[in-house]
């Protein structure tokens, strides 16, 4: 029953990616060029300004509307990203004072709607997230960006296109923070009052506008020909975004031709996919899956022992091959290539001996099988293959002594959960989350996840992990100026991260895609986020 179960609500979400393909195509019969893209989201992203649904929500709502005072390079697959200037044209720190910082604003910009960008759309914009007496403050879009830029303190307007920030302390991580405040136009805001009407008719500056949008259904963008940066004006005149959360459904709309483009194929279809004539493309970047442990007084991952035992049965090798090969074996936080991953001494290795050994030792074996609670998604930006990748490692990890039980739930349901921290009510009985993340940037890799003040509601330090060394280490890194020294610093931090057995690591994502070989001029970047203004559809 449960099989045929699965196999009506299959049915059921093609009928209805194809009854939204076809209903685009009976509305739009004018010759344009379109690019059909099938995400791993249940819902199109919020278009207010500060997308949800994680870094899928940026990749395909936030930075195709919006633009940030610095954007992200993503024209190159072959060296990591780095930051350059977006609706800022340049931006430095004060030599006499390291928690102060100007950024000079691009002249010329105009939002969605004709209005000029200027310095008054910053603070805007700032007081949008975090000044809660503001008439345009947000809460919905301050909790979804808010624990990403916990540096800034104050922010005011030198002049029309100068601005100025303050942070806590001097904070070397401030640019990879400011990179996730999208502009929205305050001349729209003026207009609709209301952020939910705002949503069907944004305004940012960003190289794609919204033309419609019918919600768990498609959203449809049309190319800013007037955009900013005339390098960038997308040579494709129309992007349709379908939420397909499944993974078979997503491949069987790209193989039926209801879309050009998807995210995430299903592994065990890629050579059918390629059989098909269609391109598989992928490409390492900046990502680790893993579990995030809770470290509440009651959590039994306080004990090291059982923190390495876990990260000692679990067969990733197992779990590549599961991916068809689409996955890195992780080693620790970060790559060891990486300038970040430093010495550590703990060995990331599929050991399931020493793995009983650790548990015998805490008590626990498969007669006496320490019982733990994980919450998880169904599908979601960089969680990869989730349910089936969680139940292959309930099995290993069942092999050795620990039973797992899965909360199952969508995607951002996830991340409101994640957001709330471990002490949360909703997040009772919960030992540990799975949310893949990114490793592009020293905050978001690190500091976020284990500085002991940046638990819940100040930041996403979900576990409420604290560790008087660990503070002393992200507190030199962040106060490094000169990238090289900075390294150094990180580096202890991930040694002493995977040393410690923080998390439990599995593998490094390489984010197959899988889109008609008509798709042509896509460079994927080795980052969460991709540039699509340079595709274009060859008829």
Not at 261 to 287: F, Q, T
């Amino acid at each position: 029953m449960r099989a045929l179960s699965r196999r009506m609500k299959l049915a059921a979400a093609i009928v209805a990616v194809a009854m939204a393909v076809g209903s685009y195509a009976s509305q739009n019969a004018r010759a344009e060029t379109v690019l059909r893209v099938g995400m791993t989201a249940a819902d199109i992203p919020l278009t207010v300004g500060q997308p949800d649904n994680g870094f899928e929500g940026f990749r395909f709502i936030g930075y195709v509307l919006y633009d940030a005072l610095i954007n992200w390079d993503l024209s190159s697959a072959d060296k990591a990203s780095g930051l350059t200037p977006g609706l800022a044209e340049s931006w430095s720190v004060d030599p006499n004072d390291k928690a102060k910082w100007i950024f000079n604003l691009r002249r010329g910009v105009k939002f969605h709607d004709g209005s000029e960008f200027t310095a008054d759309a910053v603070i805007f914009n700032f007081d949008k997230l975090m000044k809660t007496d503001s008439p345009q403050y947000d809460a919905r879009q301050a909790s979804l960006v808010n624990f990403r830029i916990p540096a800034v303190k104050s922010w005011r307007k030198i002049d029309d296109y100068t601005v100025e920030f303050t942070t806590k302390e001097p904070d070397s991580f401030f640019p990879y923070q400011i990179c996730y405040i999208l502009m929205a136009s305050p001349a729209q805001w003026a207009k609709t009052k209301d952020w939910q009407k705002f949503a069907a008719e944004p305004s940012g500056t960003g190289p794609w506008k919204l033309d419609q949008l019918v919600p768990r259904e498609r959203a449809e963008l049309i190319k800013n020909s007037g955009y900013w940066d005339s390098k960038r004006v997308p040579k494709t005149d129309r992007l349709i975004l379908f939420p397909i959360p499944e993974p078979a459904t997503r491949t069987s709309a790209l193989l039926s031709g209801q879309v050009d483009w998807i995210e995430a194929p299903a592994p065990d279809a890629i050579p059918r996919i390629k059989s098909a004539g269609l391109n598989v493309v992928a490409n390492g970047y900046p990502h680790i899956w893993s579990y995030h442990l809770s470290r509440l007084p009651d959590s039994p991952w306080n004990d090291i022992r059982l923190r390495k035992a876990a990260n000692y049965a679990i067969d990733r090798d197992g779990i590549v091959k599961l991916l068809g090969g689409y996955a890195i074996a992780a080693k620790g936080h970060v790559q060891p290539d990486d300038p970040w991953f430093g010495k550590p001494g703990f060995e990331l290795t599929y050991d399931p001996e020493k793995a009983k050994t650790l548990l015998k030792e805490a008590g626990y074996g498969k007669d006496n099988p320490l019982k733990v609670k994980i919450s998880i998604s169904a599908s979601g930006s960089g969680q990869m293959q989730p349910l089936g990748m969680n139940e292959y490692i309930q099995q290993n990890l069942a092999e050795v002594g620990i039973q797992v039980a899965f909360e199952v739930m969508e995607w951002q349901s996830l991340l409101d959960r994640w957001r709330a921290g471990a002490k949360a009510d909703q997040n009772k009985g919960i030992h540990a989350t799975n949310i893949s993340y990114t490793t592009q940037d020293p905050f978001s890799s690190f500091t976020r996840f284990m500085q002991s003040d940046l638990h819940a509601p100040n930041g996403v330090n979900w576990g409420w992990y604290a560790d008087a060394e660990m503070d002393e280490l992200l507190k030199g890194a962040k106060t490094a100026f000169d990238p090289k020294e900075r390294d150094t610093w990180l580096a202890k931090v991930h040694t002493k991260q995977v040393d410690d057995a923080v998390f439990v690591w599995v593998v490094h994502d390489v984010a197959p895609r899988a889109m008609h070989p008509k798709v042509k001029g896509f460079v994927q970047a080795k980052n969460w986020f991709q540039d699509l203004t340079p595709v274009y559809i060859q008829e």
